[in-house]
Structures are given as structure tokens and as C-alpha cells.
């Protein structure tokens, strides 16, 4: 495509040209200038600071400028403190409260498992805080290789996948699950109820995100097998006549029954991919 120049405009002067609102002393005379009351300009530092150098304005009033009146020095007023809202509009749950830390108890094998809430950063904290001082009152388990010491847990994680294979089902979490005191591939506990309960008391007081009340509980057996939970304390529990015995180790994973049906359905939910496809 043809290109064209730009059109000339219509010629200015020099006085349109540099024509602007702002006043510029052409002189460094009329710098110095100044009235009686004011110091003059040429004591208030180095040049290139002088125009800093302006007189204080009144709060809540306009300065007048060279821009027109808009610099307005805010008031000072008292700020008005952040409402606290107690309960969320739609699912009713308090979205300033601190979680409560739940502690469950089994006398019938030492196995206790912990809910330390859902955020990572405070459950950390509390399981690394945890860990230091039982370590510090050598109520950690002796068999702790310093492997196993350098991460610091009090309490270790079982969910009901195995890692990343979302196949099987993990052997160790039935009797295990959540977080408990039993060691990976419950090889030992990492420490006792008793132990666990009364400095997780204490831990919970200076970990901020927490209440710092725990909620404990004891797990009781039934003749037929049934199994629930019912509220106790810190003392009850201290009394407790509890026996350590390790949770039997699992069948393999791939024997288990939840592991059949995972895998079923994971072959049932691939052919159906393929057909798509």
C-alpha cells in the first residue's frame, strides 16, 4: 500500500507554544524573594530540594496549587475498628474460631489418633512442636532412627490410598488411620498415650491457630466388636491402665477387599475411556 506523509498542522508560535498554566520564576532572583515571615528559599538546602520545601496545610483543607485545589490533606479521624463476623452467611461455620484439637484414645492397644485440623502450616507447626518436646523429656520411642528424628513428627499421617497409586487401597490404615502415634509400616509406636496427651496439652497453649483446650476422648470395644467414643480428660486418661500392642501388619494390599473394588472400578472406568475414544 502507498504510503502518504503526515499533514502539516498549522504553525504555532512561541508563546502558544510553550504556553502553561504553571508559573516558572524566570529568575533566580524572585527564588530568593521571599516576605518577612517565610525564611528565604536559598537557606533551605540544595537546590535540587527546594521544592520540597513547602508550608504545612491544615488538615482537612485545600492547598492551593499551581493544579488547582484537589491536594487535600485528609483529616484525622478515629478509624473505625474491623467488624468481626462470628458466623459465615452460607454454611453457618465461625470464620474467626481457632480449631479445636481432638485427641482419641485406645486403651485396648496405645494407639491414639489425633485431628490437628486441615491447614498445613499450623498442623506442621503443632507436629513439630510436639515432637521437640517429647524428644526434650526423652519420651520418644528409642528405636527412632536419627532419619526418622531429623523430620520431626509426633504423629504420622495414614490416608486410604497408598501414595500415588489410586489402585489399591493402603494396608495400613484400617486400625491406623489419620494421625496416629504408630510408626510407619507400624514397624513401633513413636511415643505412649499417655505421653502424647499430656504435652500435646501443654504444645496446643503456645502454637497460635489453636484453641487451647483439647478435646479428649477414649475409644471403648464392645463384646460384639462395636467400637465408639466417649468424652474424658487429661487426668482420666493419665490413670488409664492402657496396653501397647502394635496393630497386627496388613495383608497385601493387592489380597485386600478395598483393593479389588478399587481395582474393578479402575478397569471398569478405563474400558469405558476407550470406548469413548
Avoid at 498554566?21 to 533566580?28: D, E, L
Avoid at 513428627?153 to 490404615?173: L, T, V
Avoid at 486400625?175 to 499417655?194: A, L, Q, S, V
Amino acid at each position: 500500500l502507498p504510503t502518504h506523509p503526515p499533514r502539516p498542522g498549522p504553525r504555532l508560535s512561541p508563546a502558544e507554544t510553550f504556553s502553561s498554566p504553571i508559573r516558572v520564576p524566570a529568575r533566580r532572583s524572585q527564588l530568593d524573594s521571599s516576605s518577612a515571615a517565610d525564611p528565604p528559599l536559598s537557606q533551605l538546602g540544595p537546590a535540587h530540594l527546594r521544592i520540597f520545601a513547602m508550608a504545612e496545610t491544615p488538615k482537612g483543607k485545600a492547598a492551593a496549587t499551581d493544579w488547582g485545589d484537589d491536594c487535600v490533606t485528609p483529616a484525622s479521624e478515629t478509624p473505625t475498628p474491623a467488624k468481626k463476623m462470628d458466623k459465615d452467611p452460607v454454611f453457618g461455620d465461625s470464620v474467626e474460631d481457632e480449631h479445636t484439637v481432638e485427641c482419641i484414645v485406645d486403651p485396648s492397644n496405645g494407639v491414639v489418633s489425633v485431628e490437628p485440623g486441615m491447614i498445613k502450616t499450623t498442623r506442621d507447626e503443632l507436629n513439630t512442636k510436639l515432637f521437640e518436646v517429647l524428644d526434650s523429656h526423652k519420651e520418644i520411642h528409642p528405636k527412632m532412627t536419627p532419619f526418622d528424628r531429623s523430620k520431626k513428627k509426633a504423629i504420622i499421617f495414614q490416608g486410604r490410598m497408598s501414595g500415588r497409586d489410586i489402585k489399591y487401597a493402603n494396608p495400613y490404615y484400617d486400625g491406623t488411620e489419620g494421625w496416629t502415634n504408630i510408626h510407619y509400616y507400624r514397624k513401633h509406636f513413636i511415643t505412649t498415650p499417655k505421653y502424647l496427651a499430656k504435652r500435646l496439652a501443654e504444645v496446643v497453649k503456645v502454637v497460635p491457630g489453636f484453641n487451647k483446650e483439647v478435646k479428649f476422648y477414649k475409644r471403648v470395644t464392645h463384646d460384639d466388636g462395636a467400637t465408639e467414643t466417649e468424652p474424658t480428660t487429661l487426668d482420666e486418661i493419665m490413670q488409664m491402665d492402657i496396653t501397647m500392642v502394635l496393630p497386627p501388619q496388613p495383608q497385601s494390599r493387592r489380597e485386600s477387599e478395598l483393593s479389588r473394588k478399587l481395582e474393578a472400578a479402575y478397569a471398569e472406568a478405563t474400558a469405558a475411556k476407550r470406548q469413548r475414544t
